[in-house]
């Protein structure tokens, strides 16, 4: 990533993303030149903004009147995510949302390949789900130890996860992405990204209520 003097913030990494979608558009079309103030205004953004996320992300050096060559920014940014290098990551809990997650194409440009599910429904076991097995979760942490394994994504109940997650801190995980609906309880060098998806909603509704309080008048 960027050099260990450099302060990288969360809401930095939260908008590399949509940087690297417009990017990666812009190179499709055609177009070979930017600037972070053409980027800013594309992502609505202020420019001064922009111009410092890039400076944490770019190891290429833009071009006077001109801007940066956007395959080199986009190399670097991708760099800068990882997404570069691909990993391996395991899902617990297939039910429909972590099957529609297993099904997700997207994730391979961003370098997170989901190679098994884990569940306990003997339904699911032994079958394969968008060509990925399904496991026994009583093979999990043997799994995660064998091959190495340090990305996990939980989307199961609430009263399961942190059990889960435990086992699989214990077994070598050091990043979990949690689609639960429960915060979870874990030792600071485990990284964790919970969805709240109540939340996401709630900020959704107010948000329409509020233009359509404005259109009323």
Known sequence: M???DKSISLATLQRMPGYLRYLKQLNSEGTEYISSVGLADA?????AVAKKDLSMAVVSE??????YYIP??????????????EKEAILVGVG??????????????????????????????GKEVHGKKILHVAKMA???RKLGI????????????????????EAGIRAIWNFSPVSLNLPDNVAVKNENMAASLAVLSARLKEILSKEDK
């Not at 833009?62 to 801007?67: A, D, L, S």
């Not at 080199?72 to 290098?85: A, K, P, Q």
């Open 150 to 169: 340090k990305i996990a994504i939980l989307t199961l109940p609430a009263a399961h996860a942190q059990v889960m997650a435990d086992i699989l801190v």
């Open 43 to 47: 992502m609505q953004e202020n420019p």
């Open 2 to 4: 960027a050099d260990n």
């Open 72 to 85: 080199d920014l986009i190399r670097d940014i991708e760099s800068f995510m990882g997404y570069d290098h």
């Open 142 to 144: 043997s799994t995660v």
């Open 96 to 125: 429909k949302l972590g099957q529609a997650l297993m099904g997700y194409s997207g994730f391979e440009k961003y370098g997170l390949n989901i190679i098994a599910g884990f569940d306990t429904d003997n339904a699911l076991i």
């Open 62 to 67: 833009g071009k006077p009147k001109i801007g």
